[in-house]
C-alpha cells in the first residue's frame, strides 16, 4: 500500500503543472469521489485493505470485491481494464467484460462496478474522461487531493534507507480513501506485522489509525434518537465489520509476536503490550458499536413502528372524514329523493284529473258526435235517395232534396215528394252543404271516404246528364230514358238505403 501511495506521488510529481491533462474515472451525478488513474501505474480497485481505491457500499458491503478490477496503463499509451474474478463483474458499456481478461478502454466508456439492486441505478458508475488537474483536483478523492497538494510542496528526493536502519515513525498512519454513498471519510491503512513492530517502537503520543477513528464513530455528532444517524445504520454496521478485521488482523500480529523467540527485549514486549492493550481496546470499541447498533436498531424499530401508528392513525381519520362525506352524500340524496317524490306524487294527481278531464271531453266528444250523427240521419238525409244531401236545394214548399234527386224526380212528377205540391221554384243551399261537410268531418274515416265517393259519382251522373240532354235523339225520347233509368234508380236507392243504415246503427251503438 507504501509503495502504491509512493509511486502515485511520484505520478504526481512527474505531472509538472496543475495545467497537466490526466484521466480519471468521474463519478456519474457527482462532482466529487472522482478516481484518478496514475500513468504507469497499475491501480487497482476494490473493498480490501491493500488497494489503490477502497470502495464500500453502505447499501450491499458485499457488492465490490477484495480486489474487483484493475486498471494498466500499456507501452502504446492505451488503459485497459481486467476483472478479477469480482462477484458482481465489470460493465464496459453495458456489457460484463470476462474475468482474468484485459479489456481496452477509450475515452468516454462507461464504467460499472457492480450491479443495482431492487430496481435503483448502479452505485458505482464511472466515465472514462481527461482532463486538466487543476479543473479536477477538487472532484478527486480526498486522499489523492492531499497528495497532491503534498506533491507540489515538496519534491526533494528521498533516501532509502535498508530495513535495519528504518527507525520507528511517529508520524500518523497512512490514509487509504474510503468512499460512501453519503459520507467520504479517511481511515488507517493496517500494517503488516514487521512493519507494525517498528511502528510501535514509540508510545503513541496521541490517537491514531483505527482506534482514533473507531472512536469518533463511536461517537457520533447527534444522540440515536436523530433521524438522520438512524439513515446511517448501515455505516456503524460495516465499521463493526472493519473493526472485526482489524482485531482480527491485530490477534494475528499478538499471536505471530509470542511465536517468536523469547529474547530479554524489553522493547518487544512493550510491543506485545500495546498490541494487547490495542486489541482489548478495540475489542471494548466493537461492543461500544454493537451495543450502539442495538440501540440505533431498536430506536429505529420504535421509530417505524411509531411511523406505522401515525400512518395508521391518519389513515383512520382519512377513513373517518370519508365516512362523513359518504354519510353527508347520503343525506343529501334522502333529501333529494324525497324531493322527488312529493313531486312524483304531484305529477301522478295532476296526471289522474288531467285522465278523468280528457275522459270526460272524449265523453262530451262522443256525444255530440252521436247528436251529430242522429240530425244528420233524422234531419238532413235526402228522401228520395236516403243519403246525406249532396248539392243540397229547397223547394217553394220549404223541403229539401238532392239536386240531382229533385231533377230526376221532376221528370216523373212535378210535385214535391213530402208535400205533394206543385214545384214552382228550387233553390240552391250553400249554408246546408256546409253545415254538411262540416258535420261530415268528425264521422269516421269510412263514412268519410264514402261521403267522397257518393259526391264522385253524383258529379259524374249529372254531367252524363247534361250532356245527353244536348243530343237531339235524346231529347225526343225522354220518357224511354225515364222509363228504363226508374227501375236502376229505385234499385240504386234501395241498395244505398240498405246499405248505409246498418253503418249507422253500428256507429250510433259503438259511441254509446
Known sequence: MEGVAADAS?????????????????RVGRNSDWLRLFDNTEVSIGRGVDVTHQLLSPSCPLMISRLHCTFKQRDDGQWTVTDKKSLNGVWVNGNRIPAEETHQLRLGDSIRLGVPISGTKVEFDYILVQRPLKDITLCLAKG??????????????????????????TSKPKLYRHSSADKSFAKSCPLSPVKHQHR?????????????????????????????????LQMYSQNILLLREQVDDTRRQVASLEGQPQQADPRREEQVRELQGQLESLRAI???????????????????????QQQEELLKKQLEGALQEQKKVIDELSLSRQGFEEILLAKNKELEVTKEEKEKARAQKEEVVTQVTEVLENELQCIICSELFIEAVILNCAHSFCCHCIKQWRKKKDECPICRQAIQSQTRCLALDNCIDSMVENLSLDMKARRETLVTERKGESRRLRSGDGNPRRRQQPEQRERRQQPEQRERQQHGVNRQQPELRGLRGHRQ
Not at 10 to 26: I, Q
Not at 211 to 221: K, S
Not at 288 to 308: G, Q, V, W
Open 286 to 308: 466493537m461492543h461500544r458499536m454493537e451495543t450502539r447498533e442495538k440501540s440505533f436498531s431498536e430506536t429505529k424499530r420504535k421509530l417505524e413502528a411509531e411511523k406505522t
Open 200 to 232: 510501535l517502537g514509540h508510545t503513541e503520543p496521541e490517537k491514531t489509525g483505527p482506534g482514533r477513528r473507531v472512536e469518533e464513530a463511536d461517537h457520533p455528532p447527534n444522540g440515536p434518537s436523530d433521524p438522520c444517524d438512524l439513515d446511517n
Open 144 to 169: 489523492h487531493r492531499d497528495g497532491a497538494k503534498a506533491a507540489h510542496v515538496s519534491k526533494k528526493p528521498k533516501r532509502k534507507l535498508p530495513v535495519d536502519e528504518v527507525e520507528p515513525s
Open 10 to 26: 511520484v505520478a504526481e510529481e512527474d505531472d509538472g503543472s496543475d495545467g497537466a491533462e490526466v484521466l480519471c474515472l468521474m
